[in-house]
């Protein structure tokens, strides 16, 4: 099974970034894109993010091999029932949707007997729309295939081939398992930046220009990811609600523990868990997932 | 005034720092530098952070104009006793501790009727021990002083120059203010940080390599203020005691409502919020606190 045209539904940062990465990297492969709003249409023809921009979602993967759905997770069930009609028989219909049950369900039932293939690469920026992407945004990122049981072990094998062949690293998770792991590691943090850059500009005794005057102390590392897509990440707490409350849960729980230790001068708990919490990043460095220059790399 | 002859107790991340500053942008001023530990010392004089490493703190600050304090907040008090004896009379004795009331009260006790000017320069990188510092880190940020009622101004704009001098802007601001808002720009934050990398760190139905794996969710950004120092941090919840607990109560109140939101499925709430958050990050960059690059400007 090979993958020669790909259709790309959304063109955004993911969707965006995943023709520029094609383009670069597989230039063999034609791609044609839809967006629902006809300026990112016109911006991502400007760009060449696709190599033929579709005026209907029909129209653009009416030869696809490959169909990935680029939109919020929101908007996966009216995107998979806008190219039903026009689905090629044999096309793989994945996304990049950062929660994966509720996606599964949604497609499934859109698209009975099709083969759907879920995935998440574990990659972004805080910046969005037809111009924020680029063809390196996947490079030793990861990233996730939730295959339902029954999926065709050639299909997988195709999918999984093609985030490769954008600089991915690739595995293959159980899409309950997932939406776990990522409320933890990107659900949750996200909750907790939007929460704090809110309260911080909210407060009457402390102004909002001494809150940004000051954010290096540590607040500005939080405002970027507080700046990522409202509707995608609203979407994302909507579909991913269980797991999401259910790590909010042990999170508030340990944060009320240090609260109480701080409340009680108790300076062991506060340095114990300090002290533990340094050598995690040492581990994420290690794992190339980020850089080790100080500051993130910032210039200084 | 003038200062000629700058002591610096400690020789960390930022005692480290002003010694190349200072080096660099104000090579007539002469330096002598102290560190409890002596592996730190001889780092220290390897890398040349001072012009002499002292032996003593009496000997670092025997013929000082200004002494610089750069130890945990914690021991302030002590390092303020080790210099009592030796201090010339018309020395400015200052800091960097991030918190300043109880900063200020522990040196107006140890050292009655001298010129102690609390200060805050608000920069600093996850980075700790004599190789973190460096020339630049002070360049653009703000440095806070928090002087006594009776503070000579003579003193106050001779230090003010000082720290213009190393490239900060700097704000003249009341000590019980100050603890306030960095209590929202920096403690609360760090706070944060390091009870959600613990928080994942500890769960059984995500592995700690699943983590570290898929931090590029969000997590990873949190580890970062999650490896700072631990021995400053504890010091830093303990002495702002008052302010954390207050300010962690707000934040808690917006979690607890957005976890509300989630949990009734009110995506109208949840979607106000974050496009309001992403405003705040644009500002931060228009105030020359953060870079405009995604991601930081780290490497893709």
Redesign the interface.
């Known amino acids: 099974m090979r993958i020669e045209r790909v259709a790309i539904i959304g063109l955004g940062l993911l969707g965006g970034s995943i023709g520029l990465a094609l383009r670069e990297r597989a230039p063999g492969i034609v791609t044609t894109g839809f967006d629902a709003n006809p300026q990112v249409r016109a911006r991502a023809g400007e760009r060449g993010l696709v190599s033929a921009i579709a005026q209907t979602p029909a129209e653009a993967v009416r030869e696809a091999d490959l169909v990935v759905l680029c939109v919020p997770v929101?908007a996966m069930r009216d995107a998979a029932e806008a190219i039903a009609a026009a689905l090629p028989e044999s096309a793989i219909v994945s996304d990049v949707g950062?929660s994966k049950q509720s996606v599964a369900r949604a497609l499934a039932e859109v698209l009975p007997g099709r083969c759907v293939i879920p995935a998440h690469p574990?990659?972004?920026?805080?910046?969005s729309g037809p111009d924020?992407g680029?063809a390196?945004?996947f490079?030793g990122?990861?990233c996730?295939l939730t295959p339902p049981e029954d999926t065709d072990p050639e299909a997988l094998e195709a999918l999984s081939n093609f985030w490769a062949g954008l600089g991915a690293k690739v595995?293959v998770m159980d899409a309950a398992h997932h939406d776990?792991?990522?409320a933890?590691?990107?659900?949750?943090?996200?909750?907790?930046?939007?929460?704090?850059?809110?309260?911080?500009?909210?407060?009457e005794?402390?102004t909002?220009s001494?809150?940004?005057?000051?954010?290096?102390?540590?607040?500005?590392?939080?405002?970027?990811?507080?700046?990522?897509d409202?509707?995608m990440?609203?979407?994302v707490?909507?579909s991913n609600?269980e797991a999401?409350?259910e790590?909010?849960g042990?999170?508030?729980e340990?944060?009320t523990a240090?609260?109480r230790a701080?409340?009680s001068?108790d300076?062991e708990t506060?340095?114990d868990?300090?002290?533990?919490?340094?050598a995690?990043?040492?581990?994420?460095i290690e794992?190339g997932?980020?850089?080790a220059r100080?500051?993130?790399?910032?210039?200084?």
């Open positions: 929101g950062s574990v990659a972004g920026t805080e910046e924020a680029f390196t945004l490079v990122r990861w996730i595995e776990l792991v990522l933890v590691t990107s659900h949750i943090p996200h909750l907790i930046a939007f929460t704090i850059v809110g309260t911080a500009s909210d407060l005794e402390v909002r001494e809150v940004i005057k000051y954010s290096a102390g540590g607040f500005r590392d939080f405002t970027r990811i507080a700046a990522s409202p509707v990440w609203r979407d707490f909507l609600r999401v409350l790590m909010l042990r999170f508030t340990d944060l240090l609260q701080i409340r001068g300076g506060l340095h868990l300090f002290a533990r919490t340094r995690i990043r040492r581990q994420v794992e997932q980020e850089t100080p500051d993130f790399g910032r210039e200084h």
